[in-house]
């Protein structure tokens, strides 16, 4: 059973370093509609990573919007968040799904189809399939893009909700959808933007179109 809406996944972009900036774009996407959030810092040390992710959580529970935690599951016990979101080198899934109980979001990384069958055995809530178009935004650890044959492949072995993420704007959105895709993440195409609320209410006015935004 799905513990939140995954339709448009705003995933924070710990290039903006300054702390007014960083909570205005947050408040302008949430302002904007969207349905979950997660906190990506690679850059803090542990101690301004929980702090940040301390306010992010009170600014996400004003909106009533459930906020997942990148890759540390002891920051996100410690603040209470809904989940966290893990890739293939962080603790394996079966071991973070102990540590948070049953109640949390686990968010897995999958690039291929060996991890998408790996998944469909473990007790996550959803797949981040990444990257399904080519980003700037990570240059680590990325492997090549999967394009929409990809996403394809994917979604005809996985018995899990598809999250996509990489590359994604108002042009490519659709055909994700349309090809399998439970919802989208998002960084620069909302955190670059002019005008964060407003690239935000065009993602949802795309989702809504095509009908799987509740
Ligand atoms: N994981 C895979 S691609 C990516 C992450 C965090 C970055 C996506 O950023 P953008 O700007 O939406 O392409
Ligand atoms: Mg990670």
Not at 69 to 90: E, F, M, T, W, Y
Not at 93 to 106: E, H, N, Q, V, W
Not at 133 to 141: P, V
């Amino acid at each position: 059973m799905n513990k939140a809406d995954y339709s448009l996944m705003y995933v924070t972009d710990e290039r903006i370093t300054e702390d007014a900036l960083f909570f205005d774009t947050l408040q302008s996407s949430l302002k904007g509609g969207v349905t979950i959030v997660q906190l990506r810092e690679k850059l803090l040390d542990t101690r301004d990573f929980y702090n940040r992710a301390l306010k992010t959580k009170e600014i996400c529970d004003y909106y009533n919007v459930p906020l997942i935690i990148n890759d540390r599951i002891d920051i996100a016990l410690s603040i209470n968040a809904h989940g966290v979101h893990i890739g293939q080198q962080d603790l394996p899934p079966a071991i973070t799904r102990k540590i948070l109980g049953s109640d949390k979001i686990i968010g897995w990384s999958v690039s291929n189809e060996e991890q998408a069958l790996k998944a469909n055995s473990l007790e996550i809530d959803y797949i981040g399939l990444s990257p399904v178009f080519s980003t700037a935004t990570k240059t680590e650890n990325l492997e090549k893009p999967l394009g929409i044959s990809g996403l394809s492949r994917i979604k005809s072995i996985s018995n899990k909700p598809i999250i996509c993420i990489g590359g994604i704007d108002h042009s490519n959105t659709e055909v994700l959808i349309e090809n399998g895709a439970e919802g989208i993440a998002v960084v620069s195409a909302i955190s670059t933007s002019e005008q964060p609320q407003k690239a935000t209410e065009k993602f949802k006015k795309i989702l809504c179109r095509i009908g799987t935004n509740k």
